[in-house]
């Protein structure tokens, strides 16, 4: 079986051996930079898997390096920072983080983090043909992983595609945001509501025709979301 190809990013020599070392003894093959720039140029020169990626760097800082990976991929990213206000976890969010961890952390919670976001990233095949759904002009092919509006494809990401036929599935039900968390992004989760307001918000620039005024991806107010056909 091949392994997993991780490249971790941060400009601290013993972070960036200590997340290395603890990968390697887990059989992950490991990559490392010391800033954003190499960090791009790794990722550009290596078939990469998965990116742990540091935020305050020289040379490019993590949030501009994870744009620059992004303009090209779409494997998981995670976010390791000491940095612990919201607005930064939004932004990276935002930029096209998967997840985002919060300095000191321990080797468990980091290996939790990452086969939950290794897990999402793989299209999972039905085990029985499943018909296409479609709501109004959002129709989406489950086997195919495709998704089109008005008849024309649109690109997500595993995270977004997993959330979109969620929500599809349970029409008009209010669904918490727990509970959205733990089927979509796994056990682990459940007090993360920032990052369902990041994934509903890409979501509807995807899906609605005034993405301001959603008529499909509805916020229930303190409670989490529904899905209006």
Same mark, same amino acid.
């Given at each position: 079986?091949?392994?997993?190809?991780?490249?971790?990013?941060?400009?601290?020599? &013993?972070?960036?051996?200590?997340?290395?070392?603890?990968?390697?003894?887990?059989?992950?093959?490991? $990559?490392? *930079?010391?800033?954003?720039?190499?960090?791009?140029?790794?990722?550009?020169?290596? &078939?990469?898997?998965?990116?742990?990626?540091?935020? =305050? =760097?020289?040379?490019?800082?993590?949030? #501009?390096?994870?744009?620059?990976?992004?303009?090209?991929?779409?494997?998981?990213?995670?976010?390791?920072?000491?940095?612990?206000? /919201?607005?930064?976890?939004? #932004?990276?969010?935002?930029?096209? *983080?998967?997840?985002?961890?919060?300095?000191?952390?321990?080797?468990? #919670?980091?290996? *939790?983090?990452?086969? *939950?976001?290794?897990?999402?990233?793989?299209?999972?095949?039905?085990?029985?043909?499943?018909?296409?759904?479609?709501?109004?002009?959002?129709?989406?092919?489950?086997?195919?992983?495709?998704?089109?509006?008005?008849?024309?494809?649109?690109?997500?990401? &595993?995270? /977004?595609?997993?959330?979109?036929? $969620?929500?599809?599935?349970?029409?008009?039900?209010?669904?918490?945001? #727990?509970?959205?968390?733990?089927?979509?992004?796994?056990?682990?989760?459940?007090?993360?509501? /920032?990052?369902?307001?990041?994934?509903?918000?890409?979501?509807?620039?995807?899906?609605?025709?005034?993405?301001?005024?959603?008529?499909?991806?509805?916020?229930?107010?303190?409670?989490?979301?529904?899905? /209006?056909?």
């Amino acid at each position: 079986m091949q392994k997993t190809r991780v490249l971790v990013v941060d400009d601290e020599q &013993p972070l960036r051996d200590f997340v290395s070392r603890n990968l390697q003894k887990r059989n992950f093959e490991v $990559y490392t *930079a010391a800033n954003g720039m190499e960090a791009v140029a790794v990722f550009q020169a290596n &078939p990469v898997d998965l990116v742990i990626m540091d935020l =305050m =760097m020289p040379r490019m800082d993590g949030i #501009e390096a994870i744009g620059h990976m992004r303009r090209s991929s779409m494997i998981p990213i995670i976010v390791l920072s000491a940095l612990e206000e /919201e607005h930064h976890k939004v #932004e990276a969010l935002n930029q096209g *983080a998967d997840d985002y961890l919060t300095k000191p952390f321990g080797v468990d #919670e980091l290996m *939790a983090r990452i086969n *939950a976001v290794v897990r999402r990233a793989k299209w999972h095949k039905a085990s029985q043909p499943t018909a296409p759904l479609a709501h109004a002009a959002i129709v989406v092919d489950r086997e195919r992983h495709l998704v089109t509006v008005h008849g024309k494809p649109i690109e997500l990401t &595993p995270t /977004e595609f997993n959330l979109l036929v $969620y929500l599809m599935e349970n029409p008009r039900k209010v669904l918490p945001h #727990e509970l959205i968390l733990r089927a979509i992004w796994g056990p682990e989760y459940g007090q993360e509501a /920032e990052y369902l307001r990041v994934y509903i918000g890409r979501l509807r620039q995807k899906i609605e025709n005034n993405p301001s005024q959603p008529r499909h991806l509805l916020t229930e107010r303190g409670i989490g979301y529904s899905f /209006e056909p």
